[in-house]
């Protein structure tokens, strides 16, 4: 992809990926967090439709976005209020040169490593990828699929109130 569409569309996938990646860190509220979260995997997953890889796309909004966020979602809502805040901590402080020094760590590996573009277009399709992840792969997929659903379950069955089980003891 060549002229000023797939630039501009980068420029503005990387401000939005970066700025909803700040709102992850900086927001007090965790249902805030995981929203901003979920608007900086949108961005990532754009930036695969960007980089020709549509599959690499749809399987992060489908994973990340459907499955990872939703469940952290639940997990948030599903816990007592009382734990909902992100609260003052006093790493904040080391977090913010851990940071700086891993943006420096960053900055030299990218202006200090000769990068190279292919020439011609990647030989797997979508199509391919597919027809392997449901035959090849299917056994660790659906391996995956039954570990997020248990996990699933075993975030409703941790917060259930006395009265909750209680009333399913009598049924």
């Not at 809502?77 to 609260?87: E, H, S």
Request: aromatic share 8%.
């Amino acid at each position: 992809m060549h002229g000023a569409g797939p630039n501009l569309a980068f420029w503005v996938l990387a401000a939005l990926t970066l700025v909803s990646a700040g709102g992850v860190m900086v927001s007090r509220n965790l249902l805030h967090a995981v929203l901003f979260l979920i608007v900086s995997f949108l961005g990532v997953a754009g930036f695969f439709i960007l980089l020709s890889a549509p599959f690499l796309g749809m399987a992060q909004i489908i994973i990340y976005v459907g499955a990872i966020a939703v469940l952290v979602l639940f997990a948030i809502l599903l816990t007592p209020r009382a734990g909902r805040d992100n609260g003052e901590t006093r790493w904040a402080a080391p977090g913010v040169l851990l940071s700086i020094a891993l943006m420096a760590v960053l900055l030299f590996v990218i202006t200090d490593t000769k990068w190279t573009t292919a020439k011609d277009a990647p030989e797997i399709t979508a199509a391919d990828l597919g027809q392997a992840l449901l035959s090849t792969w299917v056994l660790p997929f659906e391996i995956a699929s039954v570990l997020l659903t248990a996990a699933l379950i075993g975030s409703i069955m941790l917060v259930r109130s006395p009265e909750e089980e209680a009333e399913d003891a009598l049924q």
